[in-house]
């Protein structure tokens, strides 16, 4: 099992980024996948998440309305669509899946 996360980057405030997870070793399409992040000196949060059925999806607060999970199952990956980024939303991107972990993808948000 292994999930490799991608697109992260440097972006302007106000700027978008999709980040993409494609995972190996299992089917994306049978198991709940999610985003998390973690910031410099806080723990690690959960951003979104989607059910396994992919018709239900979930959201931290602070990014609704901003930030879309999704994906593709015949690529087997999942992606975060990141758009009108903050500085706040800086940060390490996690993808979760069958109960592994990426490695982390940077996000960094310039004012």
């Known amino acids: 099992v292994q999930l490799v996360e991608s697109g992260g980057g440097l972006v302007q405030f106000g700027g978008s980024l999709r980040l993409s997870c494609a995972a190996s070793?299992?089917?994306?399409?049978?198991?709940?996948m999610s985003w998390h992040r973690q910031a410099p000196g806080k723990e690690r949060e959960l951003v979104a998440s989607i059910s396994n059925a992919g018709r239900s999806t979930n959201y931290a607060d602070s990014v609704k309305g901003r930030f879309t999970i999704s994906r593709d199952n015949d690529k087997n990956t999942v992606y975060l669509q990141m758009n009108d980024l903050k500085t706040e939303d800086t940060a390490v991107y996690y993808c979760?899946?069958?109960?592994?972990w990426g490695q982390g993808t940077q996000v960094t948000v310039s004012s």
């Open positions: 979760k899946g069958r109960f592994s």
């Open positions: 070793g299992f089917s994306v399409s049978n198991y709940v």
